[in-house]
């Protein structure tokens, strides 16, 4: 059983920027392809960033690309999610998922096994 921890949220100016931690315990972090979703109120969950292999292949919602970088430390278990031009839109509660066989690419919520319990990401006008 894979457990997943997420910080380093909070209360950012438009402009600005925040990097969000997801440490993973009870598995070989590794192996496991990591995503970055978020879901503002009222709105279904969606994929930010995924990566599969440290150094390997990034993938990005359009939303995002050019603004976030995904990156992974595998000697720390830790998954970051630098987030930088934070816009007002950005405001969401951002969730890490592992998934045991993917490759990082898989965007939807259902595609993943395991979740943290999410930190608030807040961007103010």
């Known amino acids: 059983q894979v457990q997943l921890v997420e910080s380093g949220g909070g209360l950012v100016q438009a402009g600005g920027s925040l990097r969000l931690s997801c440490a993973a315990s009870?598995?070989?972090?590794?192996?496991?392809?990591m995503g970055w979703f978020r879901q503002a109120p009222g709105k279904e969950r969606e994929f930010v960033a995924g990566?599969?292999?440290?150094?390997?292949?990034?993938y990005y919602s359009d939303s995002v690309k050019g603004r976030f970088t995904i990156s992974r430390d595998d000697a720390k278990n830790t998954v970051y999610l630098q987030m930088n031009s934070l816009k007002p839109e950005d405001t969401a509660v951002y969730y890490c998922?592992?998934?045991?066989?993917?490759?990082?690419?898989?965007?939807?919520?259902?595609?993943?096994?395991?979740w943290g319990q999410g930190t608030q990401v807040t961007v103010s006008s």
């Open positions: 009870g598995g070989i972090f590794s192996s496991y392809a």
């Open positions: 990566n599969r292999w440290s150094g390997g292949n990034t």
């Open positions: 998922a592992a998934d045991t066989y993917g490759l990082g690419s898989q965007r939807r919520p259902s595609e993943y096994e395991y």
